[in-house]
């Protein structure tokens, strides 16, 4: 197999199709790229037995064939060349000849024959959603996902699409965000889908907000197309927890505050917080939040006062510092309402307005403040 291609279409490439190559596995092939010859293009994939990233080059001079390419040693010396042509020549043993016009280098290659085949979407049904409104839907949930690999199920964002609109929900068991678009509607797909948390943050970098993004759903696995290729995952197989069951219905204190000074003033003063718990507590009485922690280990302490407006009893809740900033982060009005009820329940976080067609709910947990 011999073939040529310019440095920065394999570079842009190779960045992409490094999103999904294990950093550390039993198996060498899953830290290559397999180079493969269709129909006089050049595909190279890439997988990690979960997620398959599959691209399409455009190139001159390519002679069929098939052969995996550790991928980091090709990335690193892809990188440092000039902007040139490089060219590659596989030998019948396998070794990978790479020329540009400032050297040679080899490496050797695994025989193709080694590399996972590519998933197969089976009783896949189409459908096509905007790509803006994907990319709002994963921006809105998927930092909600665990990091748990004991609880798979909560490691995915949960799709719920039907005649009534498109509800997506993804928790980690701390804070909960449900986000719902009524005018996603499709007539072609009725049904629910736990698609995992990484899957969705590779493919948020990929989408372009102009172009319509093309979704098969099938019973094991889940595609995306883009221009030049497709990105593929494995659904999560299980069954999705009760979210409305644990979405508080008689929060009744209403809290609202300024989104930009609350989350800088919770950045300053957890910098003080207990590194493990990393607990602030919020003071909150009818026109201010005194926003406070204290690490006794390391002598360090913090507080701020905020200017806001509630309409309950005073109260003191704790939070950890980082999942309410995160939440902060996440909320798009200028100014957030926070529903309460005591320092024992979630609270949940709204924007002031939402339209007839669109609406975000988060819960956050809160932390029990240490005496």
């Known amino acids: 197999m011999n073939f040529s291609i310019n440095k920065s279409t394999l570079l842009k490439t190779l960045q992409i199709l490094s999103k999904v190559t294990p950093t550390r596995t039993t198996m060498p092939i899953l830290g290559c790229a397999l180079f493969t010859e269709k129909n006089n293009k050049l595909n190279i994939r890439t997988t990690d037995l979960e997620i398959s990233i599959s691209m399409d080059c455009e190139i001159n001079n390519i002679e069929k064939g098939a052969i995996a390419i550790p991928l980091n ?23 990978v000849k790479i020329k540009c016009m400032q050297g040679q280098y080899t490496v050797m290659g695994f025989p193709s024959e080694e590399f996972p085949s590519d998933q197969k979407i089976e009783n896949g049904t189409k459908f ?91 019973d094991n696995h889940i595609q995306i197309k883009l221009k030049n ?12 927890p009760d979210y409305n069951g644990v979405i508080p219905v008689d929060n009744t204190k209403t809290l609202i505050v300024d989104k930009e000074l609350f989350s800088d003033a919770i950045k300053r003063v957890s ?6 718990s990393r607990q602030v507590a919020l003071n909150i009485t009818k026109n201010n939040i005194i926003i406070t922690t204290e690490d006794p280990e390391n002598i360090t302490s913090g507080k701020e006062t905020l200017d806001c407006t509630y309409d309950g009893d005073p ?11 995160e939440v902060l ?28 067609n669109e609406s975000k709910t988060t819960l956050l947990m809160p932390i029990r403040l240490n005496d």
């Open 128 to 218: 096509s959603i905007k790509g803006k409104e994907l990319i709002n839907i994963i921006n809105n949930t998927a930092y909600a996902t665990s990091n748990d690999d004991l609880k798979p199920v909560l490691q995915g964002v949960l799709f719920q699409i039907n005649e009534k609109g498109f509800v997506s929900v993804a928790t980690d068991g701390h804070r909960l965000v449900k986000y719902e678009k009524k005018d996603l509607q499709t007539d072609d797909y009725n049904g629910s889908v736990i698609v995992p948390g990484k899957f969705l943050t590779v493919l948020n970098n990929q989408l372009e907000e102009e172009n319509e993004a093309s979704m098969v759903i099938g």
């Open 315 to 325: 109260m003191t809740i704790g939070y950890n510092a980082l999942y309410l900033k």
């Open 271 to 276: 910098i003080f917080s207990n590194k493990s």
């Open 229 to 240: 290729g497709t990105i593929s995952s494995r659904i999560i197989k299980e069954t999705y």
């Open 73 to 95: 040693k090709l990335l690193e010396i892809t990188n440092a060349m000039p902007e040139c042509n490089i060219d590659f020549s596989i030998s019948d043993i396998g070794k």
């Open 329 to 356: 982060q996440h909320q798009s009005s200028s100014e957030i309402k926070i529903m309460l009820k005591s320092p024992l329940n979630a609270g949940l976080f709204l924007p002031m307005e939402q339209n007839e």
